[in-house]
């Protein structure tokens, strides 16, 4: 996981290094005909924060777009749900949720995520390479 905040990204390599898969209909492309390529990146949401949150995110050295889910033209917000009830007492993870997401881009560079939450929101830097 990378930061401190409740809300944390997992599967970001060494150095905050997202690696996606570049825009194409090349074979193993999980998006064919789609101008976006990506990665996937799981949420971990620390056990105290029940609400609901939003993630959006973009380009700081450049004019690219940072975007979610599955669709050819993905999304340009993740909401992840508010804990259910009951949800603190589930013992995996020490109580810690997580959501798996697709996070799609269209070129390499230096991006944030902008995380916001009911009572705060904050910003996580990570670097896009394509492999």
Avoid: H
């Amino acid at each position: 996981m990378i930061g401190t905040d409740p809300v944390r990204p997992v599967g970001l390599g060494a150095g905050a290094v997202l690696r996606f898969s570049v825009p194409s209909d090349s074979p193993g492309n999980p998006w064919p005909g789609s101008e976006w390529g990506g990665g996937k990146v799981i949420w971990a949401i620390a056990p105290e924060l029940a609400a609901s949150v939003v993630i959006t995110g973009q380009q700081l050295d450049g004019t690219g777009a940072l975007r979610f889910g599955q669709a050819n033209v993905p999304d340009l917000a993740l909401e992840l749900p508010a804990a259910p009830a009951g949800a603190s007492d589930t013992p995996n993870l020490d109580g810690w949720r997580s959501f798996p997401s697709a996070v799609r881009l269209q070129q390499e560079g230096c991006y944030a995520f902008r995380i916001d939450t009911p009572t705060d929101n904050y910003t996580i830097v990570f670097t896009a390479r394509r492999f």
